[in-house]
């Protein structure tokens, strides 16, 4: 019996050393608190990774810095991997000393952007390959590659004109905005905007882009039907995210240094309020029935609730953790927080999990685990899943996010958080950080 214990115990061990090394994505029923499921495997790949859901074929698109996995929600199964990029980075990406991902990853904390998305209507994915300055074209039914289109250095931010099939690219390195015709992959235009822009937003009824410049602490507006610079406008230090309120046509700018919000009438560029929020926010999310604003606020371990018909922060809510990523349910009025690491008394561990809130009250309703440093969401009202990436530590210290530096291998957050990394990559020293996970996560079904 004693040695069963001490197996059963290094067993136990053993997986969760192994659970450490993993990246995994975890689907979760929105009603009522679910229970864990299955693990898929992926591909081998490095570095950053995003998410995105086409809702009506059921794929996950899983991107890395090399890679895209290809995975069937229904079936639970990964259907192929589409390599991207060759493993090792070009070094001639950049223009100058240090270029754009200095002044784009010098956060404190990465900002919160998107890096794949999907155009349902053409059966489009685009993903962003930063090190290449290119956009990747897959087909959403198959994941087969269809095109690579050169776009500006060290693009970053990525956001699709649905009802136009235009692609809007933000290019850190060059301060311009890549536009192209979705269904060509032409680009049409490049709009020159402010230094290092890594958050855009678009107001469509009145034809409007907002782009965040972080480097110059600036708003630009792009006039979308012509393809110019409409005006810019201050928004704080370093605005990093962002969100727009098309029926009142305002902006709301987290400014990650100054702990702020700034709300901008985007018709006469007037900054109408600069509300005080926690500390280092990195995500806008608006619920315009409601009339709320739902600012995260990363280092502060908490959310900020805008009333934005009076604009005013009615509360902030305490989160047990690191918040990475939210949206709104639709389909319950609740606000899903997806938070990266776990506070225990002052102490970070790479425990991810998913919050839900009441969108009106902001009561906290419940928190479930994940998996490891949980970094993305999506929401599926219709077969009414969360779907949650967990990124994992995979042995080393992740690029370009000295929280995740923090959290896997406890040491103090670098100035420039990844440029060591970046660095050894260009001389060919790129860190392995193993194969990666997918985890669906279905109240139906018990965990394993």
């Given at each position: 019996?004693?040695?069963?214990?001490?197996?059963?115990?290094?067993?136990?061990?053993?997986?969760?050393?192994?659970?450490?090394?993993?990246?995994?994505?975890?689907?979760v029923r929105a009603m009522p608190v679910p229970s864990l499921g299955t693990t898929l495997q992926t591909g081998s790949d490095w570095g950053r990774l995003a998410l995105a859901l086409d809702r009506r074929t059921q794929r996950i698109f899983v991107a890395g810095q090399t890679t895209v996995t290809v995975l069937d929600a229904r079936r639970g199964t990964a259907l192929r991997d589409v390599d991207t990029l060759p493993l090792r980075p070009s070094p001639m990406v950049c223009r100058g000393a240090i270029c754009g991902f200095v002044a784009s990853y010098s956060l404190p904390v990465q900002p919160v952007s998107e890096e794949v998305a999907v155009d349902e209507a053409i059966d489009r994915v685009f993903v962003t390959n930063s090190d290449r300055a290119q956009l990747t074209v897959l087909d959403a039914r198959t994941g087969a590659l269809l095109q690579t289109v050169g776009v500006g250095h060290t693009p970053h931010a990525l956001l699709i004109d649905k009802s136009h099939h235009h692609v809007f690219v933000a290019n850190v390195a060059d301060g311009t905005v890549s536009v192209l015709d979705g269904r060509s992959g032409h680009i049409e235009r490049t709009v020159a905007v402010g230094r290092s822009p890594l958050a855009l937003a678009l107001d469509p009824r009145a034809h409007r882009l907002?782009?965040?410049?972080?480097?110059?602490?600036?708003?630009?507006?792009?006039?979308?039907?012509?393809?110019?610079?409409?005006?810019?406008?201050?928004?704080?230090?370093?605005?990093?995210?962002?969100?727009?309120?098309?029926?009142?046509?305002?902006?709301?700018?987290?400014?990650?240094?100054?702990?702020?919000?700034?709300?901008?009438?985007?018709?006469?560029?007037r900054?109408?309020?600069?509300?005080?929020?926690?500390?280092?926010?990195?995500?806008?999310?608006?619920?315009?029935?409601?009339?709320?604003?739902?600012?995260?606020?990363?280092?502060?371990?908490?959310?900020?609730?805008?009333?934005?018909?009076?604009?005013?922060?009615?509360?902030?809510v305490a989160l047990p953790g690191v918040p990475r990523a939210e949206a709104i349910d639709g389909s319950t009025g609740r606000l899903v927080?997806?938070?990266?690491?776990?506070?225990?008394?002052?102490?970070?561990?790479?425990?991810?999990?998913?919050?839900?809130?009441?969108?009106?009250?902001?009561?906290?309703?419940?928190?479930?685990?994940?998996?490891?440093?949980?970094?993305?969401?999506?929401?599926?009202?219709?077969?009414?899943?969360?779907?949650?990436?967990?990124?994992?530590?995979?042995?080393g210290a992740q690029p370009f996010d000295s929280v995740v530096t923090t959290v896997c291998r406890g040491v103090r957050p670098a100035v420039y958080p990844g440029v060591v990394e970046r660095i050894l990559a260009f001389a060919g020293h790129s860190p392995q950080y193993g194969d990666t996970t997918v985890r669906l996560i279905d109240a139906q079904k018990p965990p394993n």
């Open positions: 019996m004693a040695r069963r214990m001490v197996v059963l115990l290094s067993l136990t061990a053993c997986a969760v050393a192994v659970s450490l090394a993993v990246v995994s994505l975890a689907v907002l782009v965040a410049n972080a480097g110059d602490g600036s708003l630009s507006v792009v006039d979308t039907a012509r393809g110019q610079v409409m005006g810019t406008v201050a928004a704080g230090r370093r605005p990093v995210a962002l969100a727009v309120d098309t029926s009142t046509h305002r902006a709301y700018i987290a400014d990650q240094e100054r702990a702020s919000v700034s709300i901008v009438d985007i018709p006469t560029l900054v109408l309020r600069v509300l005080s929020v926690g500390a280092s926010p990195v995500a806008v999310t608006l619920d315009e029935r409601l009339a709320r604003a739902f600012v995260l606020n990363s280092t502060g371990h908490s959310v900020s609730i805008i009333d934005t018909q009076t604009l005013r922060v009615l509360h902030t927080i997806v938070l990266m690491a776990t506070d225990t008394g002052g102490t970070l561990t790479p425990t991810g999990s998913l919050s839900v809130l009441d969108a009106r009250t902001g009561r906290l309703n419940w928190t479930l685990p994940t998996g490891h440093i949980s970094t993305a969401l999506a929401i599926d009202e219709r077969e009414r899943r969360f779907v949650v990436l967990n990124q994992g530590c995979l042995g």
